[in-house]
C-alpha cells in the first residue's frame, strides 16, 4: 500500500486522457459515419484510408508515429501546430481519439446497416429526405442501438491509455514505470497499478449497463 499515494499521482492524467480521446473520437465518428451514410464523395475515400490506417496498424506505432513523426520534418515545427504537436498528452490524445473514431465509425455504420427498411420508407412517407431522415430519425435510433458495442471501445480507450506513458507521459503507468525503477519491486508496483485500472474498468462497465438499461428501455416495453 505504501505505492498507492504516487500511483494515485498518474491517475487524474489517465482520466483526463481518457476523456477527452473519447469526446474527440466520438464527435469525428460521427461525422465519418455521416460521409460514408450520406456518401459524399469527396470525402469517402479519405475516411475509408483512415479507417484502414487505424484499424490496421498497432495502436503503439500510432502513438510513436504521431509524437516523433512530426519532429522530422521543419515545415511542420516552423509552423503553428508544432506546440501542440511537441506535447506528449496532446500526441497520445489524438492517436487515441483517430483509432477510437475508426472502431467507432465501423460501429455506428453497422448499426445504420441494420435498421430496417421500413424505417427509411416510414420517412420517406413523411416527406423527409435521405439527409433529414438520416440526422433526425436513423442515426439517433442507431446509436442506441450501438451503445453496447460503444460501451466496449470506452473501455478498450481507457486501457489503451496506458501506453501513453511510452511518450514520456507522467500517468497512471508512467508512475508505475517510475516507481519499478527506482525500488525494482516490480511484482507489487505492477500489481497494485493492474488492480486500479481493474477498479476503473468494473465502475465503467457499471456505468455504461446503467446508461444501456436507460436509454434501451424503449425496447423492452
Known amino acids: 500500500m505504501e505505492y498507492l499515494p504516487e500511483l494515485l499521482k498518474g491517475l ?33 475515400w479519405l475516411v475509408k484510408l483512415q479507417i484502414l490506417l487505424f484499424t490496421g496498424t498497432p495502436l503503439l506505432i500510432q502513438i510513436f508515429l504521431i509524437y516523433y513523426g512530426p519532429a522530422q520534418f521543419d515545415l511542420i515545427k516552423d509552423s503553428v501546430i508544432w506546440p501542440l504537436l511537441s506535447q506528449p498528452w496532446f500526441c497520445a490524445m489524438l492517436a487515441l481519439a483517430l483509432n477510437s473514431a475508426a472502431y467507432s465509425t465501423l460501429l455506428f455504420k453497422g448499426a445504420i446497416d441494420a435498421v430496417p427498411r421500413s424505417d427509411w420508407e416510414a420517412c420517406m412517407a413523411l416527406g423527409m429526405s435521405h439527409k433529414q431522415a438520416l440526422l433526425k430519425v436513423i442515426l439517433p435510433h442507431a446509436a442506441r442501438r450501438a451503445l453496447p458495442a460503444y460501451g466496449n471501445e470506452i473501455i478498450l480507450v481507457m486501457k489503451g491509455s496506458s501506453l501513453a506513458s511510452t511518450i514520456t507521459l507522467m500517468d497512471l503507468m508512467g508512475y508505475a514505470a517510475r516507481l519499478n525503477a527506482q525500488t525494482y519491486d516490480t511484482l507489487t508496483v505492477f500489481t497494485m497499478a493492474g488492480l486500479i485500472y481493474l477498479t476503473m474498468t468494473g465502475v465503467l462497465t457499471l456505468l455504461i449497463r446503467f446508461m444501456e438499461h436507460k436509454v434501451l428501455a424503449f425496447s423492452r416495453s
Open 12 to 44: 487524474g492524467t489517465t482520466l483526463e486522457l481518457t476523456l477527452a480521446s473519447l469526446l474527440t473520437g466520438l464527435v469525428l465518428a460521427i461525422g465519418f459515419t455521416i460521409v460514408l451514410s450520406l456518401k459524399v464523395r469527396a470525402l469517402t
